[in-house]
C-alpha cells in the first residue's frame, strides 16, 4: 500500500496562475483533509471531505477550492494564486467512524512557491 | 476557536539529556495526539490520549494528558540524535452531525538533539 501520495512535490508558479494540487489514498478511508503548513504556525485546515460527494471549509479556506472526486481523490485548486499562499500543503486521510478518536496519515507534502 | 500553545517552540539540546515539551489550551478536547515530522516529510502519528491523567509510554517517550483534558506534555529520556524532528500536538473533538472528525493543531516544537 502507498497510503497517501500527492503530487507534484514541488511547484513554483506566477501570481495569477491557477494549479490543481492532487491527493490519493489507498487506504479506503472516508474522510480526507488539506493543511497547509508554515513556519511557526503549525497545521491549518483549509478544507475536508467527512465522505465522498461532501466538502466542508476549514480554518483557511479562502482562495482555494476542493474537489472529492471518488472516495480515493481529493484535489484542492488555487484559482489565482498569490503569494501569500506559499506553503507547503499536506493532504491527509482519516477513519472516521465510530470511537472518540482518529488518526490522520498524511502524505509527504507539496511545496508552493508562488512568485 | 480551539487553539493549543506549544512550548518551547525551539528546543537544542545534548544527546543523553532529558526534555519536556508542554502542550496547553483553554479548551477540553476528547482526545490527544502526538505527531513527530521529519524534513521533508508529513506528520507521523506517535501516541493518542483519551482519558484524562492518563500516562503512555513509548520506548524512551512518556506522553501525560492533564485531568482537565486541556493540556499535555512528552517528556524524552536520555533524547538521542534520532528524536530530531517537530513535534506537534493535535487536540480531537467531536465532529457536528454528518461532518468529519477534524485535529487542532500546535504550532510545533523544532527538537534538535545534538550529538
Known amino acids: 500500500n502507498a497510503g497517501v501520495t500527492q503530487t507534484p512535490k514541488f511547484q513554483v508558479l506566477k501570481t495569477g496562475q491557477s494549479m490543481t494540487l492532487q491527493c490519493a489514498q489507498d487506504?479506503?478511508?472516508?474522510?480526507m483533509y488539506w493543511y497547509r503548513q508554515d513556519p511557526g504556525m503549525g497545521l491549518r485546515l483549509i478544507y475536508y471531505?467527512?465522505?465522498?460527494?461532501?466538502?466542508d471549509k476549514g480554518e483557511v479556506p479562502n482562495g482555494y477550492n476542493v474537489s472529492r472526486l471518488n472516495k480515493r481523490e481529493f484535489s484542492l485548486r488555487l484559482e489565482s494564486a498569490a503569494p501569500s499562499q506559499t506553503s507547503v500543503y499536506f493532504c491527509?486521510?482519516?477513519?472516521?467512524?465510530?470511537?472518540?478518536?482518529?488518526?490522520?496519515?498524511f502524505g509527504p507534502g507539496t511545496r508552493l512557491l508562488v512568485l | 476557536t480551539q487553539l493549543l500553545e506549544q512550548s518551547p517552540q525551539f528546543l537544542s539540546i545534548q544527546e543523553g539529556e532529558n526534555l519536556t515539551v508542554y502542550c496547553n489550551s483553554s479548551?477540553?478536547?476528547?482526545?490527544l495526539q502526538w505527531y513527530r515530522q521529519e524534513p521533508g516529510e508529513g506528520p507521523v502519528l506517535l501516541v493518542t490520549?483519551?482519558?484524562?491523567?492518563e500516562v503512555k509510554k513509548l520506548k524512551r517517550l512518556t506522553f501525560q494528558f492533564g485531568d482537565a483534558r486541556k493540556d499535555s506534555s512528552l517528556h524524552i529520556t536520555a533524547a538521542q540524535p534520532g528524536d530530531t524532528g517537530l513535534y506537534l500536538c493535535?487536540?480531537?473533538?467531536?465532529?457536528?452531525?454528518?461532518?468529519?472528525?477534524?485535529?487542532?493543531f500546535g504550532s510545533g516544537t523544532q527538537l534538535t538533539v545534538l550529538p
Open positions: 491527509a486521510s482519516s477513519w472516521s467512524g465510530g470511537g472518540t478518536f482518529q488518526t490522520q496519515y
Open positions: 487506504m479506503n478511508h472516508n474522510s
Open positions: 471531505s467527512a465522505s465522498e460527494g461532501t466538502t
Open positions: 479548551s477540553v478536547f476528547s482526545s
Open positions: 490520549v483519551v482519558t484524562g491523567g
Open positions: 493535535a487536540g480531537g473533538s467531536r465532529p457536528r452531525p454528518g461532518s468529519a472528525r477534524q485535529l487542532t
